[in-house]
């Protein structure tokens, strides 16, 4: 009987082991099929799920985001955790606006990268925040209705389209 389970034990042990380097072989091949825009090889499941996922492109890194601040740029970020349900459920309605609407809509994931929740007064996920001469202007929280997001692209973000246009005549 003491036979009969140390077999099933080092068994489940042998399973368990070998269900982890696959995992990780599968996780290793997604990230190297697509590009990673994170700059740093141990990514959350959640984010290399996302990977691939329209929504989630036009990623910003912090360093950038506080050197373009730094330089007083004018930019419009989205905090999101790939993890929260309210995100989930926001994105997919909130980047088709941006795009339709023409607005540079940068991406921060706070699950990559956990600092910026303090650095930029992070309360919830999602948060929209809207940055004019590299100061925070006005931002939304939570997963709203469209309307509003609608409203506050067009007033913050119709100048940037014309700077924009400017800046790469």
């Known amino acids: 009987m003491k036979k009969k389970m140390i077999i099933i034990l080092s068994s489940i042990v042998v399973l368990l082991v070998a269900l982890y380097f ?22 959350d499941q959640a984010t290399i799920d996302q990977l691939d996922n329209p929504n989630y492109q036009n990623q910003i890194l912090p360093d950038e985001l506080s050197d373009k601040l730094e330089n007083g740029e004018d930019m419009m970020v989205y905090f999101y955790d790939p993890t929260c349900p309210h995100c989930q459920e926001l994105t997919p309605r909130l980047v088709p606006i941006a795009e339709d609407m023409n607005v540079d809509m940068k991406k921060l994931n706070l699950l990559e990268f956990q600092g ?15 940055f004019e001469d590299g ?9 709203q209705q469209n309307e509003l997001f609608e409203a506050f692209f067009n007033e913050y973000a119709a100048d940037d389209s014309g700077d924009e ?5």
């Open 135 to 143: 100061e925070e202007v006005d931002r939304i929280n939570g997963a």
């Open 116 to 130: 910026a929740w303090n650095t930029y007064g992070i309360q919830s996920t999602p948060t929209l925040v809207y």
């Open 22 to 43: 696959v995992v990780d072989y599968k996780n290793q091949q997604a990230m190297g099929d697509n590009e990673n825009p994170y700059g740093k090889e141990d990514l």
């Open 165 to 169: 246009q400017e800046a790469g005549a």
